[in-house]
């Protein structure tokens, strides 16, 4: 079978992509007899898509995509193909040689355009749960409450539940996946949905502060996951979450830099003070940063 299209690039990883901890419905496929070749399923929204990635000694990633023809434009948008992200690696200071080093090691991540009803779901299920966990959760969700769909090749895959679909989970139903007490959250989530409370439509709409302000009035969301759902769901990358492990490594990579400044602050106002003071400088894409320095801490395996 033949590629819907290729595309060349130095910013385009589908590994570490796929263990980001941004996407949850992302697997790889048999493994390849080369170690610069990888293979790769993608479930978004009612498409598949499949991916081969052919890697140079030089770092330029040749991706050939297979997918329906129809699909090449969603796919496009999906992975953010039109923005240079290479213009994003330059510009990070050459005073910070952490964020240097990890945006070179993380260079193939791309901020993906998903679904913003799986990416609320998804990220109440992530509290406190490591990303195996929580790809089986979703996994779960999906078969159990998703609608069945063939791919190209005859192979059935399930879309992501819509709001109406997950409605008919009860609460013991969510408990008996092991979602535990993010079982209330999403039965509650998924009530406002189709009573209208939630309005995804209007989410869509609002801009970054407006977002984060409508995200945290509901019930399981605080401040981290409402971030995690503008970066992800909704394509704020000014949007930086601050979970344990970036708290770790703000503290041993940046607090020593002005300990006297930094040790008069109360813990609320600490992580974003810091924030604010080395990652400002990249106003409308700093979420990518973030991803750069989270995947500086032993995040991504094979």
Not at 16 to 33: K, V
Not at 86 to 102: Q, V
Not at 111 to 128: A, C, G, H, K, P
Not at 157 to 171: G, I
Request: proline fraction near 4%; include cysteine.
């Amino acid at each position: 079978m033949n590629p819907a299209f290729i595309i060349e690039s130095r910013c385009f990883d589908i590994r570490q992509i796929a263990l980001s901890g941004q996407c949850f419905r992302m697997e790889q496929l048999s493994l390849s007899d080369s170690e610069n070749e990888i293979r790769y399923s993608v479930v978004s929204q009612n498409r598949y898509l499949e991916l081969l990635q052919e890697t140079a000694h030089s770092g330029l990633s040749r991706v050939s995509f297979f997918c329906p023809e129809k699909d090449c434009a969603f796919w496009s948008f999906y992975f953010d193909l039109d923005t240079d992200y290479e213009s994003y690696l330059s510009s990070i200071s050459p005073d910070d040689s952490y964020l240097m080093a990890a945006g070179q090691a993380g260079r193939g991540i791309r901020i993906l355009r998903q679904d913003l009803w799986e990416m609320i779901v998804t990220f109440m299920i992530s509290q406190q749960k490591t990303i195996p966990a929580i790809r089986q959760a979703v996994e779960n969700l999906s078969r159990l409450y998703g609608t069945p769909l063939s791919t190209m090749t005859g192979e059935i895959y399930y879309t992501f539940p819509n709001p109406e679909q997950l409605s008919t989970a009860s609460v013991q139903d969510l408990l008996d996946l092991k979602l535990g007490y993010r079982a209330k959250y999403i039965s509650k989530i998924t009530q406002d949905a189709c009573s209208g409370v939630l309005d995804l439509n209007y989410l869509s709409a609002l801009d970054y502060p407006s977002s984060m302000e409508y995200l945290r009035q509901f019930y399981g969301i605080g401040e981290k996951v409402a971030n995690c759902i503008c970066l992800f769901g909704l394509h704020h990358i000014d949007a930086f979450p601050v979970d344990t492990w970036i708290q770790k490594i703000l503290i041993k990579e940046y607090y020593p830099k002005h300990p006297r400044r930094y040790k008069k602050l109360p813990k609320n106002r600490l992580y974003q003070t810091i924030i604010q003071d080395y990652f400002s400088q990249y106003k409308g894409y700093a979420g990518l940063m973030q991803q750069y320095i989270f995947s500086m801490k032993g995040w991504f395996r094979p």
